[in-house]
Each structure stands twice: as C-alpha cells, then as structure tokens.
T-cell receptor
Framework: SQELEQSPQSLIVQEGKNLTINCTSSKTLYGLYWYKQKYGEGLIFLMMLQKGGEEKSHEKITAKLDEKKQQSSLHITASQPSHAGIYLCGADIGGTSYGKLTFGQGTILTVHP | DAGVIQSPRHEVTEMGQEVTLRCKPISGHDYLFWYRQTMMRGLELLIYFNNNVPIDDSGMPEDRFSAKMPNASFSTLKIQPSEPRDSAVYFC????????????FGEGSRLTVL
C-alpha cells in the first residue's frame, strides 16, 4: 500500500472549472509538498505546508493541510490549459527537513479549452 | 543560478549493456537524491547522499544498481547489466538542511532498455 494516496488518479475538466486534488498520508506529516510535472520534464515546486490548518495560495492554486486528518488538498480555481500536467504530493514523513520525501502516485490533470 | 543538471536526457540501450547516468547538484546543497519514476510505481527514492556519503540505499532495486558521489558537485547512477524493466525516468534532486526541506529536481534522464 502507498504511504501517500492521491485522488483522483486522473481528472479531465473544461477550462474555467474548479477542481480539487487530495493527498492522504498513512503516517504523521512533518511537511507536505506539492509539485507539478509536465510530461518529459522535471518536477516544479508549487508550495509547502507544515502546520496544521495552514493554507497557501499562488495565483489560482490553493493548498491546505489538515493535520488531524493527515490530508492535504490542492484546489485550482478557474482552470486553464496551462494548469494541465501531473500533480504530485510529497511528504516529509520522517521529520528530516532536508528533503527526503515520499511521493504519491500523482494526479494527471487535463484541461480542455 | 543553474539548477540540478542531469545527463544524458535520453538513453536507449540494449539489454545487458552498462548505463551511467550523471548528476550535478546545485552548488551549496549537501543532500543529493536519486529517484526513479515509472507508471506502475510512481516516484521512488533509490538512494541519497549527505556530504557525498551514501546514507540510505534501501531503495536500490538490486546489486545491478550502484551510485557514487566522488565530490560535492557530481554523482553517478550506474546500472550493470541493464534490463528492460529498468526502463524509467531517473531523477536527481538536491537540497540543503533547512526550514523548508524543498527538493530541487533535475529534468530527468529517460532510459529505455530494449
């Protein structure tokens, strides 16, 4: 079983629609990271959450950390084709603070114009 | 600043051949990680180094895989002999001990073993 479960595995939306991706951990989260990946490219850091209840936003992307549920959600408002890609959550499960991350399987997002 | 640099970007080889992947981490970073990404298993940590010393290689699939970090600016991941099931994208990432623990990834090396 995966230590980090992402849902859904894939998502197809129409441009302009809102969407949410979830990431649930089976272990205590010391830090939760969201990355975006375009096919054939590396991972681009989006944001990091550390404290329970923390919420961060960047442009139209908002991420929240629910520490009690050991879960994080990534919400995209008014999606655009540029949002398409693979979204991965990564977690610092060991409390290392130097980047040893366990990753979820990823969510493939397709945005139709 | 230059990011994490990996080479080659693409490698196609035949089963049984030796494959060497290379990585130059971001200057000043003291942690280096090798990850492997496949459709079936997602992104898996293979091995990581701290100050050029291997700390945890429990993710290395088998003895055919080896990794070295002879100095702070260079690391290699070697597969000998390669097998078709090794086909994947191999990522190198670096970081430094700090508040955020953010990983900086290279563009990856896509390996195809025929």
């Amino acid at each position: 079983s995966q230590e980090l479960e992402q849902s859904p595995q894939s998502l197809i939306v129409q441009e302009g629609k809102n969407l949410t991706i979830n990431c649930t951990s089976s272990k205590t989260l010391y830090g939760l990271y969201w990355y975006k990946q375009k096919y054939g490219e590396g991972l681009i850091f989006l944001m990091m959450l550390q404290k329970g209840g923390e919420e961060k936003s960047h442009e139209k992307i908002t991420a929240k950390l629910d520490e009690k549920k050991q879960q994080s959600s990534l919400h995209i408002t008014a999606s655009q084709p540029s949002h398409a890609g693979i979204y991965l959550c990564g977690a610092d499960i060991g409390g290392t603070s130097y980047g040893k991350l366990t990753f979820g399987q990823g969510t493939i997002l397709t945005v139709h114009p | 600043d230059a990011g994490v640099i990996q080479s080659p970007r693409h490698e196609v080889t035949e089963m049984g051949q030796e494959v060497t992947l290379r990585c130059k981490p971001i200057s000043g970073h003291d942690y280096l990680f090798w990850y492997r990404q496949t459709m079936m298993r997602g992104l898996e940590l293979l091995i990581y180094f701290n100050n050029n010393v291997p700390i945890d290689d429990s993710g290395m699939p088998e003895d055919r895989f080896s990794a070295k970090m002879p100095n702070a600016s260079f690391s290699t991941l070697k597969i000998q002999p390669s097998e078709p099931r090794d086909s994947a994208v191999y990522f190198c990432a670096s970081s430094f001990l700090g508040v955020t623990g953010e990983l900086f990834f290279g563009e990856g090396s896509r390996l195809t073993v025929l």
